[in-house]
Structure formats: structure tokens, C-alpha cells
């Protein structure tokens, strides 16, 4: 399964744009892209996956890049809630045939 | 629902002694999934079922772990016996395992080990 690699870090202003960035350029045509987040002591929360096209919910956008070798993920008006770690998956699972790797994600600053 | 419930919350133990971490998965979820989380390695899948049955065990640290799911909707992760080293925080997720490609996992709130 594709590996995927974020930075480490990212600060944002409150009330503007939190673009996290995240590549995996090894991705295969069936694994999707997911993120999670992760805020301070609590269990990862999904936020959005997507294949091929571009993906909208009442959290954040997620913008896939032609080739699929990378995707941004879009916090259109960061909140100081939205301080957390951000992680980007590759998931190509279905029942049997499942392999997860989780990097250390982004760690993603809002600040007032 | 009540999501994914893990108990216990916390646990302190002394190095040598059996560990038991466990794990409800929201209703109706066919695949069950266990983590542990570290400052130092992030998050690490251990184990995951499908069904009940275990799939792939290969991100076991070592034989002292064994998780089992004997039914749909319970399952354990027990350290015996503990070290230090495992100290971490373990989550469980679960998710419906059964809609092709992809799946959104659920995750409790963790367990925090702390072994001394």
C-alpha cells in the first residue's frame, strides 16, 4: 500500500484558509485517500476520503491532484477547535485485504 | 449509537503483570481494528479482524500480545506478560468491513497503559 508523507507542522490564523499538503506518489489506481484528525488525547476522527475527484463536506474540502500523487486537504475557515494532528491515508481495503499505514501525521496550529 | 467503547479508560501496572485491554465495536460492524499509539512511532496498527476472524496479526509487537474477537460484538487485547515498553496509548476502531474499497473507521476513546 502507498505510503504517504505530510510535514511535520503548520501554523494557521484563525478565521483563514489551513491548506495540509500530502503526498503519496506510490498511491495505486483502488486506494483511496483518507484523513483523519487527531485532537489531544482523543481517538482519530474521520474527516473526508476521496478517489479521483475533488470532495466537499461540512468539514473541509480534499483536492486530488490529476495524477493522484498528491492531495491537499482544505480547512476553509480554521477555528482554534481545529487544532489537532492531521493524518493522510491510503486505503485500498475491502474485508480480507487490508493494510493501514499511519504516519506521524501534520500537527496543525490555529492561532487567535 | 454509543460509538466504540474501550475499557479501561486508564491503566497503571507494575512490569511482569497480565494486561487485558478491551473493546466494544459499534453494532453492526464487521471489522474490528487494534492500535497502539506512541510518541515516538505515531499510530501502529496491531491487529485487525474481519467477521470475528483475525486477518492480519503481522503489526503484533511479539508473543507476549494476543488479541481475540470471540463474537461480534467484544473483543480483547491482553500483554502478559508487560514491560515497560508497551506503555501507550491503545486505541480500538471499527468500521462496516464490508462496502469495497475503503472504509471509514471509528475509534474509541484509547486506553492509556502505563506500565512501571
Known amino acids: 500500500d502507498a505510503k504517504t508523507t505530510q510535514p511535520p507542522s503548520m501554523d494557521c490564523a484563525e478565521g483563514r484558509a489551513a491548506n495540509l499538503p500530502c503526498n503519496h506518489s506510490?498511491?495505486?489506481?483502488?486506494?483511496?485517500v483518507y484523513w483523519y484528525r487527531q485532537i489531544h488525547s482523543q481517538g482519530p476522527q474521520y474527516i473526508i476520503h476521496?478517489?479521483?475527484?475533488?470532495e466537499t463536506n461540512e468539514m473541509a474540502s480534499l483536492i486530488i491532484t490529476e495524477d493522484r500523487k498528491s492531495s491537499t486537504l482544505i480547512l476553509p475557515h480554521a477555528t482554534l477547535r481545529d487544532t489537532a494532528v492531521y493524518y493522510c491515508?491510503?486505503?485500498?481495503?475491502?474485508?480480507?485485504?487490508?493494510?493501514?499505514?499511519w504516519g506521524l501525521g501534520t500537527s496543525l496550529a490555529v492561532n487567535p | 449509537d454509543a460509538g466504540v467503547i474501550q475499557s479501561p479508560r486508564h491503566e497503571v501496572t507494575e512490569m511482569g503483570q497480565e494486561v487485558t485491554l478491551r473493546c466494544k465495536p459499534i453494532?453492526?460492524?464487521?471489522?474490528l481494528f487494534w492500535y497502539r499509539q506512541t510518541m515516538m512511532r505515531g499510530l501502529e496498527l496491531l491487529i485487525y479482524?474481519?467477521?470475528?476472524?483475525?486477518?492480519?496479526d503481522s503489526g503484533m509487537p511479539e508473543d507476549r500480545f494476543s488479541a481475540k474477537m470471540p463474537n461480534a460484538s467484544f473483543s480483547t487485547l491482553k500483554i502478559q506478560p508487560s514491560e515497560p515498553r508497551d506503555s501507550a496509548v491503545y486505541f480500538c476502531?471499527?468500521?462496516?468491513?464490508?462496502?469495497?474499497?475503503?472504509?471509514?473507521?471509528?475509534f474509541g476513546p484509547g486506553t492509556r497503559l502505563l506500565v512501571l
Open positions: 476502531a471499527s468500521s462496516l468491513g464490508d462496502r469495497g474499497q475503503g472504509e471509514t473507521q471509528y
Open positions: 453494532s453492526g460492524h464487521n471489522s
Open positions: 479482524f474481519n467477521n470475528n476472524v483475525p486477518i492480519d
Open positions: 506510490t498511491i495505486s489506481g483502488n486506494e483511496y
Open positions: 476521496g478517489l479521483k475527484n475533488n
Open positions: 491515508i491510503a486505503d485500498a481495503s475491502a474485508g480480507n485485504n487490508r493494510k493501514l499505514i
